[in-house]
């Protein structure tokens, strides 16, 4: 099938930053738009960026100026270079893509197992 595989999380102080990597990979055909989400403990699951497989990206606004999501179509994957981090970014941060599948084609949402940011002094 198809998988989504993040890597990068990890414990930073206020003021650091941190590189999300997610790697699709399967029977792909085309990987539309790709997404990093996050869920902080006793809250719901809130978009933090999307990229479409043009370049189009969008950013929740407590975010915006601060982090940078970025893609490589060739290798399938998708960044998010965190910057400033505050303690209110510290949660599981999980990728997700609209992927165009073979065998049979068609067209799956798929989600990573994600992976846990802390930001804490």
């Known amino acids: 099938q198809v998988q989504l595989v993040e890597s990068g999380g990890g414990l930073v102080q206020p003021g650091g930053s941190l590189r999300l990597s997610c790697v699709a990979s399967?029977?792909?055909?085309?990987?539309?738009?790709m997404g990093w989400y996050r869920q902080a403990p006793g809250k719901v699951r809130e978009l933090v960026a999307s990229?479409?497989?043009?370049?189009?990206?969008k950013y929740a606004d407590s975010v915006k100026g601060r982090f940078a999501i970025s893609r490589d179509n060739a290798k399938n994957t998708v960044y998010l270079q965190m910057n400033s981090l505050i303690p209110e970014d510290t949660a599981k941060y999980y990728c997700?893509?609209?992927?165009?599948?073979?065998?049979?084609?068609?067209?799956?949402?798929?989600w990573g197992q994600g992976t846990l940011v802390t930001v804490s002094s």
């Open positions: 997700n893509a609209n992927i165009f599948m073979f065998g049979p084609f068609r067209s799956l949402e798929v």
């Open positions: 990229i479409t497989s043009d370049g189009i990206t």
């Open positions: 399967g029977r792909i055909f085309k990987v539309n738009t």
